[in-house]
């Protein structure tokens, strides 16, 4: 199992940006589709961006649509997610996840490893 590590994650204005990092390692990183959630108190963890194994794919969630972009360096065994125009729904607790099988995956049950998470606050 791949061990999974976010950072970035903080205190921005609304219209802000902020990039999180997600470092990997005990694995092969190349292998898995990675993706990233968040969960808000008292809201269920929701589906944000997800990245296939090469990073030729991405698909995102209707709401960061246009405002945020996933990435990846296979050679750092690290995942991005640039966040820009940033809005107070946005924030929650942002977790970055992999999944050991290729293809894009949205649902939280599919990603076997988690990360411990990061926070990020939007203040209006």
């Known amino acids: 199992q791949v061990q999974l590590v976010e950072s970035g994650g903080g205190l921005v204005q609304a219209g802000g940006s902020l990039r999180l990092s997600c470092a990997a390692s005990?694995?092969?990183?190349?292998?898995?589709?990675m993706g990233w959630f968040r969960q808000a108190p008292g809201k269920e963890r929701e589906f944000v961006s997800a990245?296939?194994?090469?990073?030729?794919?991405?698909t995102y969630a209707d709401s960061v649509k246009g405002r945020f972009t996933i990435s990846r360096d296979n050679n750092k065994s690290t995942v991005y997610l640039q966040m820009n125009s940033l809005k107070p729904e946005d924030t929650a607790v942002y977790y970055c996840?992999?999944?050991?099988?290729?293809?894009?995956?949205?649902?939280?049950?599919?990603?076997?490893?988690w990360g411990q998470g990061t926070q990020v606050t939007v203040s209006s």
């Open positions: 996840a992999a999944r050991f099988f290729p293809g894009l995956h949205t649902v939280p049950s599919d990603f076997s490893s």
């Open positions: 990245i296939s194994r090469s990073g030729s794919t991405t």
């Open positions: 005990g694995g092969t990183f190349s292998r898995y589709a």
